[in-house]
């Protein structure tokens, strides 16, 4: 047997408006090269200035992996030439990043695990190319855009682990409202690196694997790597250390044209840019984005409101979804019946329609109004679907729907006796047979009577009405 | 200056250089190299360094877009272009 040691290289497209040494708009699925101007194309004689808004980001996610702030976050230029850098250097962080030393501590299903985080450093992205046959087209849209690099220590160890540390990471970027976190666009991507080594003996040689744009590509790339290395070693071949990718069609990854020198990015200080020296105000604007992390407010849903373990999962999935679950309890609603209601038949007719919660007719204080007819017995349980789909259909209140569809139950006293009489009244056979004794016909009583109201006379309160008249005559 | 470090110096500056520009430079940025190590005898222990001897304060703008009045122009400096693409020889 074997120990791997995997650490992640996450990178995150920040959700800034403008690019983050310039006024650019940051923008995807522009026309070409429309967002572009003399700072983020290196021309001579510009002068880059940071981003308020990107640096803020940048510390705010270094705050939720606990790091240790800078107090003096430094930029760099790592000099280097592709065509997807125009400038030849990438704008970025070397020796004082904006936060060091964090941790995360991920919940690996019933143990913990601690991750601890390297370093979180702000940079620039490059462009974009399309390989075209003999010509390469660029677009420097997403040229000089804030991107966030975030590297762990090797201690996962296994594709899995790392699949639930990118989920980790995914959740709480968006619920920071840094990145949207969609990885088959690119906005968050992932490298790994991984060594595989026997077992007290540390580290193996590492493998770098790009190209895994899911967070199940992470998982299945790492567990083909893992268990390539393991299988170089049974035969004591030595493990190159090289950059590989991950291949989504053959399900393996592949050796990268390795270069024979190393990496020589001459960093140096970025002259034009002052390192950044975070002042209380700014910490403060800091501290106001640090929202209730997922971890901790699925520990809150649990004890709050006593949510099974996939009734939290989902709700929590998503910030928005945990806030319209809390908004709905705090107007009324049940806890349980809201987390139940939001889990089946909601999901169900969003994922119907196409559309996002949010955007949907659907609000906290209509779900929590109609969870209030239900349980309160002015609706019963089918009814209140059909509202729902009225709901999603109309953009209606429940109140309003049950008003115009007279659907609301029949509960009032005085108006199902009238209705039992009358149901005696048609039916003086089954009648006399309750009469002598005989309640098989109560129920077939029971049943038109639901009939002639459309179901929406209470069934335990026509049931018993029934029972006492028959019963009185006698 | 090993003639190796300067040719290796040189590719990662995208310079070709001759046999000749390399003898002549290696002398001259031999001497270069030379006022470095002399600097590095300086004992800067305990010393914060300085990365900005005139950039003392913060300096960041607000997160606002300025429309970029120069994209059309800059396309246009490429020497090759295909709609608004610029045009390079592949490089996969
Ligand atoms: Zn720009």
């Known amino acids: 047997m074997y120990q791997a040691f995997v650490g992640l290289e996450i990178h995150v497209q ?42 803020v980001q940048a510390y705010l996610v270094a705050r939720a992996l606990d790091c240790e702030l800078s107090e003096s976050a430094v930029f760099e230029r790592k000099n280097y030439f592709y065509p997807d850098l125009p400038k030849n250097y990438q704008i970025s962080q070397l020796g004082s990043p904006v936060g060091r030393n964090g941790r995360v501590d991920l919940d690996l299903g019933g143990s913990r695990r601690r991750v601890p985080i390297r370093e979180v450093h702000l940079e620039e992205d490059a462009g974009k190319m399309i390989h075209a046959g003999d010509v390469s087209l660029l677009d420097y849209n997403r040229a000089g855009t804030p991107l966030l690099e975030i590297v762990t220590e090797p201690v996962l160890e296994r594709g899995e682990e790392a699949e639930l540390f990118l989920q980790y990471f995914r959740r709480m970027v968006r619920y920071l409202g840094v990145c949207d976190g969609n990885m088959e666009e690119g906005s968050l991507r992932c490298d790994a690196n991984v060594s595989v080594n026997r077992p007290g003996k540390g580290l193996g040689s590492k493998v770098e ?32 250390q090289e950059t590989r990718l991950w291949n989504e069609n053959r399900d393996l990854t592949e050796a990268m044209r390795s270069k024979e020198e190393a990496d020589d990015y001459r960093y140096f200080p970025e002259p034009d840019l002052p390192p950044f020296k975070p002042d209380a105000a700014f910490l403060l604007d800091v501290e106001k984005g640090l929202v209730e992390l997922p971890s901790a407010r699925r520990e809150r849903l649990v004890a709050e409101y006593g949510l099974g373990p996939d009734q939290v999962d989902f709700i929590i999935d998503e910030k928005s979804r945990a806030d319209f679950f809390e908004r709905t309890v705090a107007l009324g609603a049940d806890p349980l019946a809201a987390a139940s209601w939001l889990g089946s038949d909601v999901k ?59 659907w609301e139950q029949l509960i009032d006293a005085g108006a199902i006796a009238k209705l039992v009489d009358e149901a005696i009244d048609a039916n003086e056979k ?28 209470e069934p335990q309160l026509v049931r018993s009405v029934l029972k006492e008249r028959l019963a009185k005559s006698r | 200056m090993e003639l190796k470090e300067l040719y290796v110096t040189a590719s990662l500056a995208q310079l070709d250089l001759s046999d000749e520009e390399a003898e002549t430079l290696s002398a001259l940025v031999g001497q270069m190299v030379e006022y470095f190590s002399t600097m590095r005898e300086i004992d800067v222990e305990n010393l914060e360094p300085t990365t900005h001897a005139l950039l003392k304060t913060n300096r ?25 693409f610029i045009v390079i020889p592949n490089v996969l």
């Open chain 1, 348 to 406: 169900r007719l969003l994922n119907r329609e196409g559309v996002e919660l949010a955007e949907s007719p659907l609000t906290p204080e209509r779900l929590a109004g109609l969870l209030v007819l239900l349980a309160s017995g002015r609706i019963h349980g089918k009814i209140a679907k059909q509202v729902l789909e009225v709901l999603f259909a109309e953009g209606k209140d429940p109140e309003t729907i049950i008003r115009e569809r007279a």
């Open chain 1, 209 to 240: 694997i790009k190209n895994m744009n899911s967070s199940r590509f992470v998982k299945k790339a790492l567990a083909f790597e893992i268990a390539r290395q393991s299988g170089l070693l049974d035969r004591g071949a030595p493990v190159a």
């Open chain 2, 60 to 84: 960041v703008r607000e997160d606002a877009v300025v429309e970029s009045a120069a994209a059309d122009t800059l396309v246009g400096n490429a020497p090759e272009s295909e709609g608004r």
């Open chain 1, 14 to 55: 920040l959700l800034t408006k403008s690019k983050v040494f310039c006024g650019c708009r940051a923008a995807f699925g522009d026309e070409p090269n429309t967002n572009v101007c003399p700072v983020c194309m290196g021309y001579p004689g510009v002068l880059p200035t940071l981003n308020r808004q990107a640096i």
């Open chain 1, 430 to 457: 089954a009648a006399a047979q309750i009469r002598a004794g005989d309640e098989k016909p109560v129920g077939f009583l029971v049943g038109e009577i639901m009939k002639a109201t459309s179901g929406r006379a």
